[in-house]
């Protein structure tokens, strides 16, 4: 067989790119194998640090956390990194790598921040200070978000330190402070920066996997909406003797109206909650069947629940996922102490959180809920409505995205199997604000699992996935570093803002 000159010199080149290019990748899985002690001593650095963004208090640790990221940052051999302010008291902290202005760009996303701690005695161990024990470190932020964005800063280390770079795809870092209390100087902050954000697409280092060995991609997070509802009906408490039945009181009265948001069925009364939610898909219900939920498990054995419950005519992962709900999150009113204290209480205050689907919007929620009060008003009293400032739209993936499927080859090299496509009923508020202000699709790609117990006391990460973790961002990025400048999609723009 003939082949000529050129398509030798061709596939010689070929070859030698795919030597290259494997040879770069055993590179850095090299490099992170040999650093895995020191890489969980980072982590036990990080989790230390109580940068917690509920509280301010804790505005010092924040600001701590966020210069510790920045040297971590610096030390992985990212460039151009810097500690920068938002509208609020909490920065982000940004580096990048640009291998080419041509090349395509990945931004990378995760948080520094972490919720409250409490309740501090039902903690084994203190959450700021870690502690590994039987496979797992303990602490708050171990899983959410510090072990998530940490090793993939560590697996960008490996790629440009110990794989030889980057050839054809930039890589941009974006850790945030405000996550934990959704994020509300962040589209501000996106829109201000967003020459300097600009990408191809979006990978979130927040979020996890199904099991060890059930990889997952989730294709979509709620959205979410808060309010206050305080009912005042007198100057002060009164005598319940003395007045009970002469004047209205709060506690029922809001009790009522919060009772007339809902119907017997477990669906929300308030019109217009359900207009903008969209079908149920058979390719949704195919995600479902495949992920084959055991509610038993997962609610009863899992959280305790007498049974499961909610909207007629939904599964529970239907519910969770792709449904909307409203939820009583907090009430308060009268005596609730030790012994009885017989009085009409002057106020009753309770607390409204809604998780959206996709197409709905949080301000649109917050009028249908504000416009239900004001015509179910109760009588005799003063009803005021407060926004929390907890509003997030919801995001979703399209499956088809060239960005998933690549992930989805890494990570049945990793976990060693077909990942399940999922959605979450929680918020993160950043996806969908870098669909909106960025113009780019974010893949969610971390590895807490649902045991590490984030938000709760004894939040733990399990260490072999935090290293599973860090190898899969490492493969991945070798792998949309091999796409070149005209991979899926097409020409890459100019994204270095150098």
């Given at each position: 067989?003939?082949?000529?000159?050129?398509?030798?010199?061709?596939?010689?080149?070929?070859?030698?790119?795919?030597?290259?290019?494997?040879?770069?990748?055993?590179?850095?899985?090299?490099?992170?194998?040999?650093?895995?002690?020191?890489?969980?001593?980072?982590?036990?650095?990080?989790?230390?640090?109580?940068?917690?963004?509920?509280?301010s208090a804790h505005l010092p640790d924040l600001l701590e956390a966020a210069d510790w990221v920045k040297e971590r940052l610096l030390s992985a051999g990212l460039q151009n990194v810097e500690i920068l302010p938002t509208?609020?008291?909490?920065?982000?902290?940004?580096?990048?790598?640009?291998?080419?202005?041509?090349?395509?760009?990945?931004?990378?996303?995760?948080?520094?921040?972490?919720?409250?701690?409490?309740?501090?005695?039902?903690?084994?161990?203190?959450?700021?200070?870690?502690?590994?024990?039987?496979?797992?470190?303990?602490?708050?932020?171990?899983?959410?978000?510090?072990?998530?964005?940490?090793?993939?800063?560590?697996?960008?280390?490996?790629?440009?330190?110990?794989?030889?770079?980057?050839?054809?795809?930039?890589?941009?870092?974006?850790?945030?402070?405000?996550?934990?209390?959704?994020?509300?100087?962040?589209?501000?902050?996106?829109?201000?920066?967003?020459?300097?954000?600009?990408?191809?697409?979006?990978?979130?280092?927040?979020?996890?996997?199904?099991?060890?060995?059930?990889?997952?991609?989730?294709?979509?997070?709620?959205?979410?909406?808060?309010?206050?509802?305080?009912?005042?009906?007198?100057?002060?408490?009164?005598?319940?003797?003395?007045?009970?039945?002469?004047?209205?009181?709060?506690?029922?009265?809001?009790?009522?109206?919060?009772?007339?948001?809902?119907?017997?069925?477990?669906?929300?009364?308030?019109?217009?909650?359900?207009?903008?939610?969209?079908?149920?898909?058979?390719?949704?219900?195919?995600?479902?069947?495949?992920?084959?939920?055991?509610?038993?498990?997962?609610?009863?054995?899992?959280?305790?629940?007498?049974e499961a419950y909610g909207e007629e005519g939904f599964s529970s992962l239907e519910r969770l996922w792709l449904r909307p709900t409203l939820e009583i999150v907090g009430f308060t009113g009268?005596?609730?102490?030790?012994?009885?204290?017989?009085?009409?209480?002057?106020?009753?205050?309770?607390?409204?959180?809604?998780?959206?689907?996709?197409?709905?919007?949080?301000?649109?929620?917050?009028?249908?809920?504000?416009?239900?009060?004001?015509?179910?008003?109760?009588?005799?009293?003063?009803?005021?409505?407060?926004?929390?400032?907890?509003?997030?739209?919801?995001?979703?993936?399209?499956?088809?995205?060239?960005?998933?499927?690549?992930?989805?080859?890494?990570?049945?090299?990793?976990?060693?199997?077909?990942?399940?496509?999922?959605?979450?009923?929680?918020?993160?508020?950043?996806?969908?604000?870098?669909?909106?202000?960025?113009?780019?699709?974010?893949?969610?790609?971390?590895?807490?699992?649902?045991?590490?117990?984030?938000?709760?006391?004894?939040?733990?990460?399990?260490?072999?996935?935090?290293?599973?973790?860090?190898?899969?961002?490492?493969?991945?990025?070798?792998?949309?570093?091999?796409?070149?400048?005209?991979?899926?999609?097409?020409?890459?723009?100019?994204?270095?803002?150098?």
């Open positions: 067989m003939h082949v000529s000159r050129q398509a030798f010199a061709i596939w010689a080149f070929a070859l030698q790119l795919l030597v290259s290019v494997s040879a770069d990748l055993e590179g850095s899985l090299a490099y992170t194998s040999s650093r895995h002690d020191s890489y969980v001593k980072e982590l036990k650095e990080i989790v230390s640090i109580p940068s917690v963004s509920a509280q509208k609020g008291p909490r920065p982000v902290v940004f580096g990048q790598y640009i291998s080419s202005p041509e090349a395509r760009t990945v931004l990378i996303y995760g948080h520094y921040d972490v919720q409250p701690p409490e309740p501090l005695d039902k903690w084994t161990s203190g959450p700021f200070d870690p502690e590994e024990r039987d496979g797992f470190l303990y602490g708050r932020g171990a899983s959410d978000d510090k072990g998530g964005f940490l090793a993939a800063v560590q697996a960008v280390e490996a790629v440009l330190r110990g794989g030889g770079g980057l050839r054809a795809l930039n890589v941009k870092v974006l850790i945030e402070g405000e996550e934990e209390v959704l994020s509300p100087h962040l589209e501000d902050f996106l829109a201000a920066h967003a020459s300097l954000l600009a990408a191809d697409f979006a990978l979130s280092a927040d979020g996890g996997q199904v099991g060890e060995g059930r990889p997952s991609l989730t294709l979509g997070y709620r959205g979410a909406a808060g309010i206050e509802v305080q009912v005042d009906a007198l100057a002060r408490d009164v005598h319940s003797g003395m007045y009970g039945g002469a004047v209205q009181n709060p506690v029922r009265a809001l009790a009522q109206l919060l009772g007339s948001m809902f119907n017997a069925d477990g669906s929300v009364a308030v019109r217009g909650f359900y207009d903008r939610v969209r079908p149920i898909t058979q390719a949704d219900r195919d995600d479902i069947l495949a992920y084959n939920y055991d509610e038993d498990e997962e609610l009863k054995g899992g959280v305790g629940a007498v009268g005596h609730t102490g030790e012994g009885m204290k017989t009085i009409v209480p002057a106020t009753a205050v309770a607390k409204l959180a809604a998780r959206l689907v996709a197409d709905q919007r949080p301000g649109e929620v917050v009028a249908l809920l504000e416009a239900h009060i004001a015509a179910h008003h109760p009588p005799a009293c003063n009803v005021t409505v407060r926004e929390m400032g907890f509003a997030a739209n919801p995001y979703s993936l399209d499956r088809a995205s060239p960005v998933l499927a690549t992930a989805a080859e890494v990570l049945r090299e990793v976990l060693g199997a077909a990942p399940l496509h999922d959605r979450c009923g929680a918020t993160i508020p950043a996806l969908a604000a870098f669909q909106t202000l960025l113009g780019i699709d974010t893949v969610p790609f971390a590895f807490a699992l649902p045991g590490d117990g984030p938000h709760a006391p004894d939040e733990r990460v399990k260490l072999s996935m935090f290293h599973k973790g860090r190898e899969a961002y490492v493969r991945l990025l070798h792998r949309l570093d091999g796409w070149g400048e005209s991979g899926p999609g097409g020409p890459a723009e100019d994204r270095s803002e150098l």
